[in-house]
T-cell receptor
């Protein structure tokens, strides 16, 4: 399973755009990139998933360069409620492969 | 959307007792479920893979006789922590894999405190 590297923590003010970058140099051809959000004492919540280029949904955008060795989660205009841990995961999107979590990035949004 | 529930959401027990945690997929069938454990300020650690109708597969370092997993139906997997000790106190999270889209959906977690 591809290993991921993310910043341990980030701080941001409310209303700013936050970009969290994840490195996954050993990503395999069949791997997808998925980001999860976790609040304290809750299970992880799916945010966004992509394979290449750019993916956007109502919550975030995911930018993936052509070599796919990294990805950037972009959260537009964060609010205090976006304070959470964000996990970048890389895994094959088929079969019974469990998701393996790295250390994640602890985002703190300040008023 | 797919919903996964866990019961109980929190439990406090005495050292030496056993505790059962249930994981249910409410609106889909899950032939495979996963159990994770999370200590404070740490990431989720995969404990085992639970397959309906067969024995669970445990990760290295996880004692199968201490953490009993039963996946008796397509919507229910249980994790029993036997002879719990204070070091077993943790946040236990399950996830369920949809059979069609192979997406994983996580439960809300169960906080176990062993006194």
């Amino acid at each position: 399973l591809a290993k991921t590297t993310q910043p341990i923590s980030m701080d941001s003010y409310e209303g700013q755009e936050v970009n969290i970058t994840c490195s996954h140099n050993n990503i395999a051809t069949n791997d997808y990139i998925t980001w999860y959000q976790q609040f304290p004492s809750q299970g992880p919540r799916f945010i966004i998933q992509g394979y290449k280029t750019k993916v956007t949904n109502e919550v975030a955008s995911l930018f993936i360069p052509a070599d796919r060795k990294s990805s950037t989660l972009s959260l537009p205009r964060v609010s205090l409620s976006d304070t959470a841990v964000y996990y970048c995961l890389v895994a094959w999107n088929s079969g019974n492969t469990p998701l393996v979590f790295g250390k994640g990035t602890r985002l703190s949004v300040i008023a | 959307g797919a919903v996964v529930s866990q019961h109980p959401s929190w439990v406090i027990c005495k050292s030496g007792t056993s505790v059962k945690i249930e994981c249910r997929s409410l609106d889909f069938q899950a032939t495979t479920m996963f159990w994770y454990r999370q200590f404070p300020k740490q990431s989720l650690m995969l404990m085992a893979t639970s397959n309906e109708g067969s024995k669970a597969t445990y990760e290295q370092g996880v004692e199968k006789d201490k953490f009993l997993i039963n996946h008796a139906s397509l919507t229910l997997s249980t994790l029993t922590v036997t002879s719990a000790h204070p070091e077993d106190s943790s946040f236990y999270i399950c996830s369920a894999l949809t059979g069609t889209t192979h997406e994983q959906f996580f439960g809300p977690g169960t906080r176990l405190t062993v006194l």
